[in-house]
């Protein structure tokens, strides 16, 4: 099996526990988008920036040379000869996901090691690669004067939303032709489906007050998250009744869940399973749960509308074969599909914003005209985020490069693979997804308790060494 020079090997070793106390310091940062204390230092908030300005900090102290910022939206770290033609991006993101907190068990920004995991929110997506590929980049740093290419490691504060960080990036330093975002598994994901966001609008006025009326329903803080926790406030139900059908409920379907009186109403909580909205059929989507469960009651009929359409259209519709747009291609697969925010408040307009990751030959306007084609009731909204599907020759150097590399440091061979998620490795034309999580470990991105595997440390390092070297003197 291939080896590293002994050099590397040593510095590898040396540098684990600096990583560590850095990666520590990264996590304990709250870099939740939040747009309430956004202003032009801080566009995304507070949380964010700070996140961006930590990971610097640490070049700075590291004595990289070339270190810039964007715009208070992006970073990037520099190494390899300035008058390159050719950039190779490694291209990562510091902001993370909203957290439901009275779920964990440990603190989700305090970085907490539990025999070989490190839990926190953004562990596994992605400050543990943000730290492992700057790691890489200053084992590098001082060979780096002999590489074809420059290699620039491109940080981003504003992943988990709408990307307008690398749009500010480029527009002040243009694309990288080639590179990866280490943003999942060592595979080479060398394939990404298109991404769309659909807003399902619909009338929730209130049209028979005798019956049952569904006064608010909430579920959902960002759209490629399955709700971990959904809330529903409803009136003219029989507090007794609707207990004993709730305690069922929680038996038959194996959840937990809260229902109280408060308000002259019943106030129900139902919690599911969160996880990343690529990978809906691995959670339990507590918004639809909680549909199926309101079922059993007599709602007018703007509310039994919309409430049959999650229980009966959206549970468990993982590839959009309900609703009506599912399309499988040879090349990319199945579409994919997360109901992620559900909004309904009485007399106002309802929303269900959906998550649709679908193939090459298809595309969110003939998704919406479909839905409204068969529900007449619902109105689409369509966010153009202009996340298309991406595909890289498996012929392509950097598609060869890295198979072959993770098979030489491995002794054994990883594959290709299309993927219902979005790095930014989808960013450059001949960009994949590549790394830091090893085949066979469970993904926590998203959900609570996430985690990082720290016995990936040392095999991670060898891999993205070589394979930025490689890279770096690709024609």
Same mark, same amino acid.
């Given at each position: 099996?291939?080896?590293?020079?002994?050099?590397?090997?040593?510095?590898?070793?040396?540098?684990?526990?600096?990583?560590?106390?850095?990666?520590?310091?990264?996590?304990?940062?709250?870099?939740?988008?939040?747009?309430?204390?956004?202003?032009?230092?801080?566009?995304?908030?507070?949380?964010?920036?700070?996140?961006?300005?930590?990971?610097?900090?640490?070049?700075?102290?590291?004595?990289?040379?070339?270190?810039?910022?964007?715009?208070?939206?992006?970073?990037?770290?520099?190494?390899?000869?300035?008058?390159?033609?050719?950039?190779?991006?490694?291209?990562?993101?510091?902001?993370?996901?909203?957290?439901?907190?009275?779920?964990?068990?440990?603190?989700?920004?305090?970085?907490?090691?539990?025999?070989?995991?490190?839990?926190?929110?953004?562990?596994?997506?992605?400050?543990?690669?943000?730290?492992?590929?700057?790691?890489?980049?200053?084992?590098?740093?001082?060979?780096?004067?002999?590489?074809?290419?420059?290699?620039?490691?491109?940080?981003?504060?504003?992943?988990?939303?709408?990307?307008?960080?690398?749009?500010?990036?480029?527009?002040?330093?243009?694309?990288?032709?080639?590179?990866?975002?280490?943003?999942?598994?060592?595979?080479?994901?060398?394939?990404?489906?298109?991404?769309?966001?659909?807003?399902?609008?619909?009338?929730?006025? *209130?049209?028979?007050?005798?019956?049952?009326?569904?006064?608010?329903?909430?579920?959902?803080?960002?759209?490629?998250?399955?709700?971990?926790?959904?809330?529903?406030?409803?009136?003219?139900?029989?507090?007794?009744?609707?207990?004993?059908?709730?305690?069922?409920?929680?038996?038959?379907?194996?959840?937990?869940?809260?229902?109280?009186?408060?308000?002259?109403?019943?106030?129900?909580?139902?919690?599911?399973?969160?996880?990343?909205?690529?990978?809906?059929?691995?959670?339990?989507?507590?918004?639809?749960?909680?549909?199926?469960?309101?079922?059993?009651?007599?709602?007018?009929?703007?509310?039994?509308?919309?409430?049959?359409?999650?229980?009966?259209?959206?549970?468990?519709?993982?590839?959009?074969?309900?609703?009506?747009?599912?399309?499988?291609?040879?090349?990319?697969?199945?579409?994919?599909?997360?109901?992620?925010?559900?909004?309904?408040?009485?007399?106002?307009?309802?929303?269900?914003?959906?998550?649709?990751?679908?193939?090459?030959?298809?595309?969110?306007?003939?998704?919406?005209?479909?839905?409204?084609?068969?529900?007449?009731?619902?109105?689409?909204?369509?966010?153009?985020?202009?996340?298309?599907?991406?595909?890289?020759?498996?012929?392509?150097?950097?598609?060869?490069?890295?198979?072959?590399?993770?098979?030489?440091?491995?002794?054994?061979?990883?594959?290709?693979?299309?993927?219902?998620?979005?790095?930014?490795?989808?960013?450059?034309?001949?960009?994949?997804?590549?790394?830091?999580?090893? *085949?066979?470990?469970?993904?926590?991105?998203?959900?609570?308790?996430?985690?990082?595997?720290?016995?990936?440390?040392?095999?991670?390092?060898?891999?993205?060494?070589?394979?930025?070297?490689?890279?770096?003197?690709?024609?």
């Amino acid at each position: 099996m291939w080896r590293l020079a002994m050099s590397d090997e040593i510095a590898i070793k040396t540098n684990r526990e600096q990583w560590l106390r850095d990666f520590k310091e990264l996590l304990a940062v709250n870099s939740v988008r939040d747009n309430d204390h956004a202003d032009i230092r801080q566009p995304y908030g507070p949380g964010p920036k700070a996140a961006l300005d930590k990971l610097l900090s640490f070049a700075t102290r590291d004595g990289f040379q070339k270190i810039g910022i964007i715009d208070n939206r992006a970073g990037y770290i520099e190494i390899g000869p300035s008058n390159a033609e050719k950039t190779v991006g490694i291209l990562i993101h510091v902001d993370v996901v909203p957290v439901d907190q009275e779920l964990w068990h440990y603190e989700p920004f305090a970085g907490t090691v539990v025999g070989n995991r490190l839990y926190g929110r953004g562990s596994d997506d992605m400050k543990g690669s943000d730290m492992l590929s700057y790691y890489t980049l200053k084992l590098l740093k001082d060979q780096a004067a002999t590489f074809k290419n420059k290699v620039r490691l491109i940080i981003g504060s504003d992943e988990e939303n709408d990307w307008q960080d690398m749009a500010a990036y480029f527009a002040a330093e243009g694309r990288p032709e080639l590179g990866f975002s280490p943003d999942g598994d060592f595979i080479v994901e060398n394939a990404e489906k298109g991404i769309a966001h659909l807003d399902l609008l619909s009338n929730a006025d *209130i049209d028979d007050p005798s019956k049952t009326q569904l006064i608010s329903f909430h579920a959902g803080k960002a759209s490629n998250i399955v709700p971990g926790v959904a809330k529903a406030f409803i009136k003219n139900a029989d507090f007794k009744q609707s207990y004993q059908l709730f305690q069922s409920f929680l038996q038959v379907t194996d959840l937990t869940g809260e229902l109280k009186a408060a308000d002259d109403g019943l106030q129900i909580t139902l919690n599911g399973f969160s996880t990343h909205g690529s990978t809906p059929d691995e959670g339990k989507n507590a918004a639809t749960y909680l549909a199926v469960f309101l079922l059993n009651f007599d709602f007018d009929e703007n509310a039994t509308h919309w409430l049959t359409f999650l229980a009966k259209i959206l549970h468990n519709d993982y590839f959009a074969e309900q609703l009506g747009i599912g399309v499988t291609t040879k090349e990319m697969g199945k579409t994919t599909l997360n109901a992620g925010i559900l909004d309904w408040q009485i007399n106002q307009t309802a929303k269900i914003n959906l998550n649709l990751r679908y193939p090459i030959g298809f595309d969110e306007h003939q998704a919406a005209s479909m839905i409204e084609k068969r529900f007449p009731w619902i109105t689409v909204n369509v966010q153009d985020d202009g996340l298309k599907p991406h595909l890289v020759s498996a012929q392509d150097p950097v598609v060869s490069q890295l198979l072959l590399i993770y098979k030489q440091v491995m002794g054994q061979a990883t594959h290709l693979n299309v993927s219902a998620g979005a790095s930014f490795g989808r960013l450059m034309p001949r960009g994949v997804c590549f790394g830091t999580r090893f *085949i066979g470990q469970e993904s926590t991105a998203h959900q609570i308790d996430e985690y990082f595997h720290l016995d990936n440390y040392e095999p991670a390092m060898k891999i993205l060494i070589k394979s930025i070297q490689a890279l770096a003197n690709l024609d």
